[in-house]
T-cell receptor, first 113, second 117 residues
Framework: AQSVTQPDIHITVSEGASLELRCNYSYGATPYLFWYVQSPGQGLQLLLKYFSGDTLVQGIKGFEAEFKRSQSSFNLRKPSVHWSDAAEYFCAVEPGTASKLTFGTGTRLQVTL | GAVVSQHPSRVICKSGTSVKIECRSLDFQATTMFWYRQFPKQSLMLMATSNEGSKATYEQGVEKDKFLINHASLTLSTLTVTSAHPEDSSFYIC?????????????FGPGTRLTVT
């Protein structure tokens, strides 16, 4: 069965600092990969997704993610974090057969001023 | 585009009563809708997948007689929590997907906070 690991439960960064959130997946083939953000009490907003092609994916709000097949990773990055980026971030995978998403456990990002 | 709404956003009900949550795709036809449950500070757990006009497929451990799902139209799915108990208190989120849109992308609703007293 597929699984998603987000090893960092909680990360704190200073505003203006760079950010990298880790995501590793376990699946036989390359799945579709997603990063979502959730503000407290809100639904999920899609930041970016990878289906195929260029392994560096650009998303909204200045985020990007890089798919590394050899490491089964899809880490999310942002060069300069803003205080408004404080939220919960979820990595998710889907086998690519129009079936269901499997979410990681999430990483809570705190931004200090 | 690709807006999904949920109603209500918050609901408080008494133990033993039933509550219905609606999930609507506002600007596209959703052949498939998903219902998730999220406990505080935890990830989303898929409860069931519903396809328009057919019975929902429930995940292991989810009681289909307790969580009734109806997907009667291409824009509306409902989740009814029957005989609710305090342990059913949670954040319920729906999502919708459709053929012809970006492959395999789910569009999420804003969630419904259910509190059972």
């Amino acid at each position: 069965a597929q699984s998603v690991t987000q090893p960092d439960i909680h990360i704190t960064v200073s505003e203006g600092a760079s950010l990298e959130l880790r995501c590793n997946y376990s699946y036989g083939a390359t799945p579709y990969l997603f990063w979502y953000v959730q503000s407290p009490g809100q639904g999920l907003q899609l930041l970016l997704k990878y289906f195929s092609g260029d392994t560096l994916v650009q998303g909204i709000k200045g985020f990007e993610a890089e798919f590394k097949r050899s490491q089964s990773s899809f880490n999310l990055r942002k060069p300069s974090v803003h205080w408004s980026d404080a939220a919960e971030y979820f990595c998710a995978v889907e086998p690519g057969t129009a079936s269901k998403l499997t979410f990681g456990t999430g990483t809570r990002l705190q931004v200090t001023l | 585009g690709a807006v999904v709404s949920q109603h209500p956003s918050r609901v408080i009900c008494k133990s033993g009563t039933s509550v219905k949550i609606e999930c609507r795709s506002l600007d596209f036809q959703a052949t498939t809708m998903f219902w998730y449950r999220q406990f505080p500070k935890q990830s989303l757990m898929l409860m069931a997948t519903s396809n328009e006009g057919s019975k929902a497929t429930y995940e292991q451990g989810v009681e289909k007689d307790k969580f009734l799902i109806n997907h009667a139209s291409l824009t509306l799915s409902t989740l009814t929590v029957t005989s609710a108990h305090p342990e059913d208190s949670s954040f319920y989120i729906c999502s919708a997907s459709a053929p012809g849109r970006v492959s395999n992308e789910q569009y999420f609703g804003p969630g419904t906070r259910l509190t059972v007293t």
